[in-house]
T-cell receptor
Framework: GIQVEQSPPDLILQEGANSTLRCNFS?????LQWFHQNPWGQLINLFY???GTKQNGRLSATTVATERYSLLYISSSQTTDSGVYFC??????????FGTGTRLTIIP | EAGVAQSPRYKIIEKRQSVAFWCNPI?????LYWYQQILGQGPKLLIQ????????DSQLPKDRFSAERLKGVDSTLKIQPAKLEDSAVYLC????????????????FGPGTRLLVL
């Protein structure tokens, strides 16, 4: 099956800083989603982005499908951005495969 | 609109006991998913329903896990008997349209049920 690697595994930043999270995948995909899991465990879909670039407020994402990676950018971090960020991918009729996540901690 | 509802939120049982989890997806959502999330890992799909039919249960340990979605709305996931390694968060998610097995729709997750097996 598809392997999904996320980096870095942990990231600690001061409030207001910018960050870049990376997702590498081992095979072709036509579905890539970014999720945020808050400290209480709730998973929220951030982007559906199998290719190209999208922006939503302080968050943006870029997927380069031909090079098998995606990046999630967070600008002007806030404490509410803390949590774990997951990348999940699939191809065709296959189920979503989640990465192991990047744990982001924003310090006031 | 109301989100995906799950209950209970927490459950502590002893090994070899049985446990059941309930999920009510967003109204009108055709596809329902159950995931298992072990501490420190990403969610892993256990079973996917489209309306009341099973689309994918390839990763469901069928000797002890079972799930049903009888009327194509809410769903129940059962573990019988539980093992220590079943300790995890069980997440339910739903998507609006039938996916024919393709997971391209945005998935909306419930708050999860935290299970601890002692």
């Amino acid at each position: 099956g598809i392997q999904v690697e996320q980096s870095p595994p942990d990231l600690i930043l001061q409030e207001g800083a910018n960050s870049t999270l990376r997702c590498n995948f081992s095979d072709s995909v036509n579905n890539l989603q970014w999720f945020h899991q808050n400290p209480w465990g709730q998973l929220i879909n951030l982007f559906y982005i199998p290719s190209g670039t999208k922006q939503n407020g302080r968050l943006s994402a870029t997927t380069v499908a031909t090079e098998r990676y995606s990046l999630l950018y967070i600008s002007s971090s806030q404490t509410t951005d803390s949590g774990v960020y997951f990348c999940a991918v699939s191809f065709g009729n296959e189920k979503l495969t989640f990465g192991t996540g990047t744990r982001l901690t924003i310090i006031p | 609109e109301a989100g995906v509802a799950q209950s209970p939120r927490y459950k502590i049982i002893e090994k070899r006991q049985s446990v059941a989890f309930w999920c009510n997806p967003i109204s009108g959502h055709a596809t329902l998913y159950w995931y298992q999330q072990i501490l420190g890992q990403g969610p892993k799909l256990l079973i996917q329903f489209q309306n009341n039919g099973v689309v994918d249960d390839s990763q469901l340990p069928k000797d002890r896990f079972s799930a049903e979605r009888l009327k194509g709305v809410d769903s129940t996931l059962k573990i019988q008997p539980a093992k220590l390694e079943d300790s995890a968060v069980y997440l339910c998610a739903s998507t609006l349209r039938p996916t024919s097995g393709r997971a391209r729709e945005t998935q909306y997750f419930g708050p999860g049920t935290r299970l601890l097996v002692l």
